[in-house]
C-alpha cells in the first residue's frame, strides 16, 4: 500500500455530513489534526476538511523529511571527518542518494501512518476530503456539500513563497513541496534563501556530494538569530565546503541545455553561477486564498494570514485560526500548541492566549541553532536590562570528549535576577538542550535552581548547569556588588 | 606603580617608568612611528595601508598618522615644523579633492572612500565610502588641530582646514533613512547593506556624528546602536562581548573613556574602559584553554584581532584547516586559524599592562622573526612553523597596526592624545549627546575649557 492509499484508500467513502457541527476544522496538518482529535476526544462533534492528504507540510514534505535526509547526510560527513574521531577514513566513500531517498520515503510513510483517514474517523472525527468555501458566517461548502458549524477553525497551513526571479518558473526549480521527490543528486546546486530549511538542506545535499552554492540576501544566514549563532554557522557551511555568498542576490535565471545560469549581483559585483538546480521557495506564505473568507467576515492579509487576537479568534467570533494560516512562527510544535488554545477558547469557554505560549525552535544544522523566549536586541527595545550567562561548548567535557566543541549556550536573564527571558543554544544537540530551558520558563523556574539540578556526567547539557552555576556566584547585594566592582585598582 | 591621572583618578599604570619596559616600548612606538615617516606621500600627506609594493593610501591610516605627529614631536621623533607640513599636506588634499562621489572621486559630502591612489587621491579597489575610516581620518585631524595651537599661518591654517573638513561632513545623510550609521556607500549600489549592529569600534563615530554643529546624527541613532549590545558573562568576567581585540581599542586610542559611562554602562555599573581590560583578560583566557589546539597559544600569548594572516590561496602555506588572510580574527567564535598579532597585543597596553608586557615580551622573545627592526607585523602564525622552523609571518607592515601601537603606548605613557582629545568641543559635545557622564567629562567645561 502507498502512502497516500493508507491515509485516504480508494474505498474510502466520505461520511454523511450531519446538519450542523459543533467544531468545523478547515485542514488537516497539525494544527488542524491536533485540534480536530483533541476535540473529538472530548465528546465534540467534529468535521476534518481537507483538499489533500492529512498530515501537511511537517510531516508529508518538511520537517520529518528534511530530518531524514540531515542524518544521512551527517552520517556522511562524519565517514569523511572520521579522523577527528581517531578512526580511518572508510576507503571509497560513495552515496547512494537513491537510497537516502528511499530511507527518507520509509520514515516518512512511518510518520503520517498516525494520521490516516481511518484513524481519524475511529477517534470520532467525520473527514471530509475536498475544498472548503465559506458560504455565511456559519456555514461551508466542502465541494458542494453545505455544512452548518457552532465553531469553525482554520488550520490550512502554508506554501512556498517563490521568489520573483525572471526565468527562475522556467527552471524547473526544486521547492521543499517537490525537493524530496529527487531521485538523482544534483550535481550543482544553488539554493536561494538562508531561512531555516534553505540552510538545512543546503549543508545536507553538500554533505550527500553536490557541489552547493548559498545566496542570501542578507549579511548573514538566519537573521533573526542572533549575530554570532549565524556566523558560527557561515563557518561550519565553509568547513563543509558550501560556497558561501551573503549580502547576494539571483536576479535573472536563464535555462540552457538542462543548465541553469544564474545572474547574481551583491551591492556593485555581479556574477554569474552556473548549475543543474535551484532550490527555492524556501520562505513560507501562509494559505488564506478561495476559501471565501470575505463571505464569513474573516479579515486576512496575503502575506501574514489571518488576523487574530491574542485568543486566536479571528473577526468572526465564530470562527478561530491556527498553525501557519495565522502564526509567525510557522513551526510544527507551535501550530500544536495554537490548537489546543483554539480548541479550549472556543469549545470550553477558556481565556487561554497565545502570548502565554513559550515557543522554542531550532534549525537542524549541523551544528544545530535552537532558541526560545526573548533575544536580547527585543529586551533592550523593552528596555528590560538584559544580562547573559555564556558557556561555550569548548568549556563543557563531554562537547570535547565527543569533538562537538563548536557552539554555545547563552541564557539570558534579567539583569540582577535569575528570571529566565530567553536562551540560544549553539551545539550538536541544541533542539534536545533546549528543552531543559523551555521547562524552566514555562515552570517559573530561576536559572540559579538549574545550579541545583543534578545532570548526569558528562553530557553537553552540563553547558546549562555551567551557566546556572555562573549565575550563582554573580548573586550579591548592590552594597557588596559597589564594594566588589572597583574601576581602576588603586 | 601608581600615576595619577589629568583628572586626579587614580590610574593603574603599572611599571610604565621600570627602566627595562619604558626601553621596551620607546624601541617599539618609535619603530612604530616609524611606518608613517618611510610610508607617506609627502606630495599629499596620504599614508600607504601596507607597506608592500603598490599599496594604496587608506585614509584611516592618514588619520592614525595625524594623531601620531604631536607625539612624535613630543618624543623628539619630528620636528614641529615637519609635522606641521605633513599634516597640512594632508587637509590641503583632503580639503580640495573631488567630492563629487564619481566612481573616480576621493569623496563625497565630506566622506572619503576607503582606498585612495597613493599618488593622486582617487578611488581605488571600487572601495566603499567609509564612514568607520572617515571618522578615524577625522579624528587624527581634530588631534592634529588641537595640538598645533601656535598663531603662525601655518598652524592656523591646519586649524582651519580641520574645521572645515569636520564641519562639511554629513552624518545625517550617512544614516541613510535608518536609525543608525550605515557602514558605507558605493557610487554603483548607494548604501550597503551593512549596518552598526552589537558592540563595535564606533563609539568614536557616534560621537563624532552627534557632535556635529552642522550635520548631526538624526533621531536616537546612538540609542538604537546601543540596543543591540550583549552583556554577557564569559569565562568568569562580565564583558560587553566583542571578539577581535581592535573592537576594544580603536575608539580609545582617541577619547579616554576611563569612568565615562553612558545609559548603557550606567546600568551595568561600569565602563568602556574597564570592559576593554575585561575583554583583555577574555582574550588571555581564550588563549589558556586553546580549543583548537594552536602552537603556542598560553597565558602568554594570545591576540586575535583584525589582521593579516596566512591565506588558503597562498601557494607557500599548506594546512589541513581553513585559513582566513587578512580578517578580524576573535574569541571565543573566532574565526581562529592560530594567527596572533603583537601588536594588538600591545595596543591593549593602557587597559591591561600586568598582563599586556609580560605577554609581549614572551612573544617578542619566542617568535623574534614576527619583529623587523622592532616593527611588529601584522601577524604571525607559530602553528604553521615546520620542525625546526619559524613562524609563518606577515609579509611587510600594516599601517593600522602601526598607528594603533603608536597611539596606545603613548595613551599609557603620557596620555598625551586623550588629553588632546579632550579639548575637542565637537567630540565632548558629541559624548554629551550621545549620553556619556562622569570621568573626566563631568568636570570639563561645555565649552571644553
Same mark, same amino acid.
Given at each position: 500500500?502507498t502512502k497516500g492509499?493508507?491515509?485516504?484508500?480508494?474505498?474510502?467513502?466520505?461520511?454523511?455530513?450531519?446538519?450542523?457541527?459543533?467544531?468545523?476544522?478547515?485542514?488537516?496538518?497539525?494544527?488542524?489534526?491536533?485540534?480536530?482529535?483533541?476535540?473529538?476526544?472530548?465528546?465534540?462533534?467534529?468535521?476534518?476538511?481537507?483538499?489533500n492528504l492529512?498530515g501537511?507540510t511537517?510531516l508529508n514534505i518538511g520537517?520529518v523529511p528534511s530530518?531524514a535526509i540531515?542524518?544521512?547526510?551527517?552520517?556522511?560527513?562524519?565517514?569523511?571527518?572520521?579522523?577527528?574521531?581517531?578512526?580511518?577514513?572508510?576507503?571509497?566513500?560513495?552515496?547512494?542518494f537513491p537510497a537516502v531517498m528511499e530511507r527518507m520515503r520509509r520514515i516518512r510513510a512511518?510518520?503520517v501512518?498516525?494520521?490516516?483517514?481511518?484513524?481519524?474517523?475511529?477517534?470520532?472525527?467525520?473527514?471530509?476530503?475536498?475544498?472548503?468555501?465559506?458560504?455565511? =458566517?456559519?456555514?461551508?461548502?466542502?465541494?458542494?456539500?453545505?455544512?452548518?458549524?457552532?465553531?469553525?477553525?482554520?488550520?490550512?497551513?502554508?506554501?512556498p513563497?517563490?521568489?520573483? @526571479?525572471?526565468?527562475?518558473?522556467?527552471?524547473d526549480y526544486l521547492t521543499n513541496e517537490n525537493v524530496f521527490d529527487l531521485t538523482e543528486l544534483p550535481?550543482?546546486l544553488?539554493?536561494?534563501?538562508?531561512?531555516?530549511l534553505?540552510?538545512?538542506l543546503?549543508?545536507a545535499f553538500?554533505?550527500l556530494?553536490a557541489?552547493?552554492?548559498?545566496?542570501?540576501?542578507?549579511?548573514?544566514?538566519?537573521?533573526?538569530?542572533?549575530?554570532?549563532?549565524?556566523?558560527?554557522?557561515?563557518?561550519?557551511?565553509?568547513?563543509?565546503? @558550501?560556497?558561501?555568498?551573503?549580502?547576494?542576490?539571483?536576479?535573472?535565471?536563464?535555462?540552457?541545455?538542462?543548465?541553469?545560469?544564474?545572474?547574481?549581483?551583491?551591492?556593485?559585483?555581479?556574477?554569474?553561477?552556473?548549475?543543474d538546480r535551484i532550490l527555492a521557495g524556501v520562505?513560507?506564505?501562509?494559505?488564506?486564498?478561495?476559501?471565501?473568507?470575505?463571505?464569513?467576515?474573516?479579515?486576512?492579509?496575503?502575506?501574514?494570514?489571518?488576523?487574530?487576537?491574542?485568543?486566536?479568534?479571528?473577526?468572526?467570533?465564530?470562527?478561530?485560526?491556527?498553525?501557519?494560516?495565522?502564526?509567525?512562527?510557522?513551526?510544527?510544535?507551535?501550530?500544536?500548541?495554537?490548537?489546543?488554545?483554539?480548541?479550549?477558547?472556543?469549545?470550553?469557554?477558556?481565556?487561554?492566549?497565545?502570548?502565554?505560549?513559550?515557543?522554542?525552535?531550532?534549525?537542524?544544522?549541523?551544528?544545530?541553532?535552537?532558541?526560545?523566549?526573548?533575544?536580547?536586541?527585543?529586551?533592550?527595545?523593552?528596555?528590560?536590562?538584559?544580562?547573559?550567562?555564556?558557556?561555550?561548548?569548548?568549556?563543557?567535557?563531554?562537547? =570535547?570528549?565527543?569533538?562537538?566543541?563548536?557552539?554555545?549556550?547563552?541564557?539570558?536573564?534579567?539583569?540582577?535576577?535569575?528570571?529566565?527571558?530567553?536562551?540560544?543554544?549553539?551545539?550538536?544537540?541544541?533542539?534536545?538542550?533546549?528543552?531543559?530551558?523551555?521547562?524552566?520558563?514555562?515552570?517559573?523556574?530561576?536559572?540559579?535552581?538549574?545550579?541545583?539540578?543534578?545532570?548526569?556526567?558528562?553530557?553537553?547539557?552540563?553547558?546549562?548547569?555551567?551557566?546556572?552555576?555562573?549565575?550563582?556566584?554573580?548573586?550579591?547585594?548592590?552594597?557588596?556588588?559597589?564594594?566588589?566592582?572597583?574601576?581602576?585598582?588603586? | 606603580?601608581?600615576?595619577?591621572?589629568?583628572?586626579?583618578?587614580?590610574?593603574?599604570?603599572?611599571?610604565?617608568?621600570?627602566?627595562?619596559?619604558?626601553?621596551?616600548?620607546?624601541?617599539?612606538?618609535?619603530?612604530?612611528?616609524?611606518?608613517?615617516?618611510?610610508?607617506?606621500?609627502?606630495?599629499?600627506?596620504?599614508?600607504?595601508?601596507?607597506?608592500?609594493?603598490?599599496?594604496?593610501?587608506?585614509?584611516?591610516?592618514?588619520?592614525?598618522?595625524?594623531?601620531?605627529?604631536?607625539?612624535?614631536?613630543?618624543?623628539?621623533?619630528?620636528?614641529?615644523?615637519?609635522?606641521?607640513?605633513?599634516?597640512?599636506?594632508?587637509?590641503?588634499?583632503?580639503?580640495?579633492?573631488?567630492?563629487?562621489?564619481?566612481?573616480?572621486?576621493?569623496?563625497?559630502? /565630506?566622506?572619503?572612500?576607503?582606498?585612495?591612489?597613493?599618488?593622486? /587621491?582617487?578611488?581605488?579597489?571600487?572601495?566603499?565610502?567609509?564612514?568607520?575610516?572617515?571618522?578615524?581620518?577625522?579624528?587624527?585631524?581634530?588631534?592634529?588641530?588641537?595640538?598645533?595651537?601656535?598663531?603662525?599661518?601655518?598652524?592656523?591654517?591646519?586649524?582651519?582646514?580641520?574645521?572645515?573638513?569636520?564641519?562639511?561632513?554629513?552624518?545625517?545623510?550617512?544614516?541613510?533613512?535608518?536609525?543608525?550609521?550605515?557602514?558605507?556607500?558605493?557610487?554603483? !549600489?548607494?548604501?550597503?547593506?551593512?549596518?552598526?549592529?552589537?558592540?563595535?569600534?564606533?563609539?568614536?563615530?557616534?560621537?563624532?556624528?552627534?557632535?556635529?554643529?552642522?550635520?548631526?546624527?538624526?533621531?536616537?541613532?546612538?540609542?538604537?546602536?546601543?540596543?543591540?549590545?550583549?552583556?554577557?558573562?564569559?569565562?568568569?568576567?562580565?564583558?560587553?562581548?566583542?571578539?577581535?581585540?581592535?573592537?576594544?581599542?580603536?575608539?580609545?586610542?582617541?577619547?579616554?573613556?576611563?569612568?565615562?559611562?553612558?545609559?548603557?554602562?550606567?546600568?551595568?555599573? !561600569?565602563?568602556?574602559?574597564?570592559?576593554?581590560?575585561?575583554?583583555?583578560?577574555?582574550?588571555?583566557?581564550?588563549?589558556?584553554?586553546?580549543?583548537?589546539?594552536?602552537?603556542?597559544?598560553?597565558?602568554?600569548?594570545?591576540?586575535?584581532?583584525?589582521?593579516?594572516?596566512?591565506?588558503?590561496?597562498?601557494?607557500?602555506?599548506?594546512?589541513?584547516?581553513?585559513?582566513?588572510?587578512?580578517?578580524?580574527?576573535?574569541?571565543?567564535? /573566532?574565526?581562529?586559524?592560530?594567527?596572533?598579532?603583537?601588536?594588538?597585543?600591545?595596543?591593549?597596553?593602557?587597559?591591561?599592562?600586568?598582563?599586556?608586557?609580560?605577554?609581549?615580551?614572551?612573544?617578542?622573545?619566542?617568535?623574534?622573526?614576527?619583529?623587523?627592526?622592532?616593527?611588529?607585523?601584522?601577524?604571525?602564525?607559530?602553528?604553521?612553523?615546520?620542525?625546526?622552523?619559524?613562524?609563518?609571518?606577515?609579509?611587510?607592515?600594516?599601517?593600522?597596526?602601526?598607528?594603533?601601537?603608536?597611539?596606545?603606548?603613548?595613551?599609557?605613557?603620557?596620555?598625551?592624545?586623550?588629553?588632546?582629545?579632550?579639548?575637542?568641543?565637537?567630540?565632548?559635545?558629541?559624548?554629551?549627546?550621545?549620553?556619556?557622564?562622569?570621568?573626566?567629562?563631568?568636570?570639563?567645561?561645555?565649552?571644553?575649557?
Amino acid at each position: 500500500m502507498t502512502k497516500g492509499q493508507d491515509m485516504q484508500p480508494s474505498s474510502w467513502q466520505n461520511p454523511r455530513p450531519g446538519d450542523r457541527y459543533d467544531l468545523a476544522v478547515v485542514g488537516a496538518g497539525p494544527a488542524g489534526l491536533s485540534a480536530a482529535t483533541a476535540a473529538a476526544a472530548r465528546g465534540v462533534r467534529v468535521a476534518l476538511i481537507e483538499r489533500n492528504l492529512p498530515g501537511g507540510t511537517c510531516l508529508n514534505i518538511g520537517c520529518v523529511p528534511s530530518k531524514a535526509i540531515i542524518r544521512t547526510s551527517r552520517l556522511y560527513a562524519e565517514m569523511h571527518d572520521a579522523e577527528r574521531y581517531g578512526a580511518q577514513v572508510p576507503a571509497g566513500i560513495g552515496v547512494d542518494f537513491p537510497a537516502v531517498m528511499e530511507r527518507m520515503r520509509r520514515i516518512r510513510a512511518r510518520t503520517v501512518r498516525p494520521v490516516s483517514f481511518h484513524r481519524l474517523t475511529a477517534a470520532g472525527v467525520d473527514v471530509l476530503p475536498g475544498e472548503a468555501r465559506f458560504t455565511g =458566517i456559519d456555514t461551508l461548502n466542502v465541494d458542494g456539500t453545505k455544512l452548518r458549524f457552532e465553531k469553525a477553525i482554520i488550520a490550512t497551513g502554508s506554501r512556498p513563497e517563490m521568489p520573483s @526571479i525572471p526565468g527562475l518558473v522556467d527552471a524547473d526549480y526544486l521547492t521543499n513541496e517537490n525537493v524530496f521527490d529527487l531521485t538523482e543528486l544534483p550535481r550543482r546546486l544553488l539554493v536561494v534563501g538562508g531561512g531555516p530549511l534553505g540552510c538545512e538542506l543546503a549543508q545536507a545535499f553538500c554533505r550527500l556530494g553536490a557541489r552547493t552554492i548559498i545566496v542570501q540576501h542578507f549579511p548573514l544566514f538566519l537573521p533573526k538569530e542572533e549575530r554570532d549563532a549565524a556566523q558560527i554557522l557561515s563557518a561550519a557551511f565553509a568547513r563543509d565546503g @558550501i560556497e558561501v555568498r551573503l549580502n547576494t542576490r539571483p536576479v535573472n535565471v536563464h535555462t540552457e541545455d538542462g543548465q541553469k545560469r544564474v545572474d547574481l549581483i551583491s551591492d556593485d559585483y555581479q556574477s554569474t553561477v552556473i548549475v543543474d538546480r535551484i532550490l527555492a521557495g524556501v520562505g513560507r506564505l501562509p494559505n488564506v486564498e478561495g476559501m471565501d473568507l470575505e463571505t464569513a467576515g474573516v479579515v486576512y492579509d496575503p502575506v501574514h494570514g489571518i488576523r487574530v487576537d491574542d485568543f486566536l479568534r479571528t473577526s468572526n467570533t465564530r470562527i478561530y485560526a491556527a498553525g501557519d494560516a495565522c502564526l509567525e512562527h510557522k513551526f510544527t510544535h507551535s501550530a500544536d500548541a495554537a490548537a489546543r488554545i483554539v480548541v479550549q477558547n472556543a469549545l470550553f469557554r477558556g481565556r487561554q492566549r497565545l502570548s502565554g505560549l513559550v515557543i522554542p525552535w531550532c534549525t537542524y544544522t549541523d551544528p544545530e541553532i535552537a532558541h526560545v523566549g526573548l533575544y536580547v536586541r527585543h529586551a533592550n527595545e523593552q528596555n528590560l536590562p538584559v544580562k547573559t550567562f555564556t558557556i561555550p561548548m569548548h568549556d563543557v567535557t563531554r562537547a =570535547i570528549a565527543d569533538s562537538e566543541e563548536v557552539g554555545f549556550v547563552k541564557i539570558h536573564v534579567k539583569e540582577g535576577t535569575d528570571h529566565i527571558l530567553g536562551a540560544t543554544i549553539v551545539a550538536r544537540h541544541a533542539g534536545e538542550m533546549i528543552n531543559e530551558i523551555t521547562l524552566a520558563m514555562v515552570a517559573g523556574i530561576g536559572l540559579r535552581t538549574l545550579s541545583r539540578v543534578i545532570h548526569t556526567y558528562p553530557t553537553q547539557a552540563e553547558a546549562i548547569k555551567k551557566a546556572a552555576d555562573a549565575c550563582s556566584r554573580t548573586r550579591s547585594k548592590p552594597t557588596t556588588r559597589r564594594f566588589q566592582w572597583r574601576w581602576r585598582a588603586g | 606603580m601608581m600615576r595619577v591621572a589629568a583628572t586626579g583618578s587614580p590610574v593603574r599604570f603599572a611599571d610604565v617608568a621600570a627602566p627595562a619596559n619604558d626601553l621596551l616600548l620607546d624601541g617599539l612606538q618609535r619603530a612604530a612611528f616609524g611606518y608613517f615617516v618611510h610610508a607617506v606621500n609627502p606630495a599629499n600627506g596620504l599614508v600607504a595601508d601596507t607597506s608592500r609594493q603598490d599599496s594604496p593610501a587608506s585614509i584611516a591610516v592618514t588619520g592614525f598618522a595625524l594623531a601620531s605627529y604631536p607625539a612624535a614631536v613630543e618624543r623628539g621623533w619630528m620636528t614641529r615644523a615637519e609635522a606641521v607640513t605633513r599634516s597640512l599636506a594632508a587637509l590641503r588634499f583632503f580639503h580640495g579633492s573631488d567630492q563629487s562621489g564619481s566612481s573616480q572621486a576621493t569623496g563625497y559630502r /565630506g566622506f572619503y572612500y576607503h582606498f585612495l591612489d597613493l599618488r593622486t /587621491g582617487a578611488r581605488v579597489w571600487r572601495s566603499e565610502l567609509s564612514t568607520i575610516d572617515t571618522a578615524l581620518l577625522i579624528a587624527g585631524a581634530l588631534a592634529a588641530s588641537i595640538y598645533f595651537n601656535a598663531n603662525t599661518p601655518a598652524e592656523i591654517e591646519l586649524r582651519e582646514l580641520v574645521d572645515v573638513l569636520y564641519r562639511r561632513i554629513d552624518w545625517r545623510w550617512a544614516q541613510g533613512g535608518e536609525a543608525t550609521i550605515r557602514q558605507g556607500w558605493k557610487p554603483e !549600489c548607494g548604501f550597503l547593506h551593512y549596518g552598526w549592529e552589537g558592540y563595535s569600534e564606533a563609539i568614536v563615530l557616534y560621537a563624532l556624528a552627534l557632535g556635529s554643529p552642522t550635520h548631526p546624527l538624526e533621531g536616537d541613532g546612538y540609542d538604537a546602536w546601543t540596543a543591540t549590545y550583549q552583556w554577557e558573562n564569559l569565562y568568569g568576567h562580565d564583558v560587553l562581548y566583542a571578539g577581535p581585540l581592535f573592537v576594544h581599542q580603536f575608539s580609545h586610542a582617541w577619547i579616554d573613556l576611563r569612568g565615562l559611562r553612558d545609559r548603557f554602562m550606567r546600568e551595568k555599573h !561600569c565602563d568602556y574602559f574597564e570592559n576593554s581590560r575585561r575583554a583583555t583578560y577574555v582574550q588571555r583566557e581564550y588563549a589558556q584553554r586553546n580549543p583548537l589546539e594552536f602552537a603556542g597559544y598560553d597565558e602568554n600569548c594570545w591576540g586575535l584581532t583584525a589582521g593579516d594572516g596566512p591565506s588558503d590561496e597562498m601557494p607557500e602555506v599548506t594546512h589541513e584547516r581553513r585559513l582566513f588572510g587578512y580578517t578580524a580574527r576573535g574569541v571565543p567564535y /573566532g574565526p581562529d586559524d592560530g594567527t596572533l598579532s603583537c601588536s594588538g597585543v600591545l595596543a591593549s597596553l593602557p587597559f591591561a599592562p600586568e598582563i599586556v608586557l609580560p605577554a609581549a615580551r614572551n612573544m617578542i622573545a619566542r617568535y623574534p622573526e614576527m619583529l623587523d627592526g622592532q616593527q611588529c607585523a601584522s601577524g604571525f602564525n607559530p602553528t604553521l612553523a615546520g620542525p625546526g622552523t619559524r613562524a609563518w609571518v606577515s609579509r611587510g607592515h600594516y599601517g593600522l597596526d602601526q598607528g594603533i601601537v603608536v597611539m596606545m603606548i603613548e595613551n599609557y605613557r603620557t596620555q598625551l592624545i586623550w588629553r588632546l582629545m579632550r579639548d575637542c568641543t565637537f567630540v565632548t559635545s558629541g559624548l554629551r549627546r550621545a549620553g556619556f557622564r562622569g570621568g573626566w567629562l563631568q568636570s570639563h567645561g561645555r565649552d571644553g575649557s
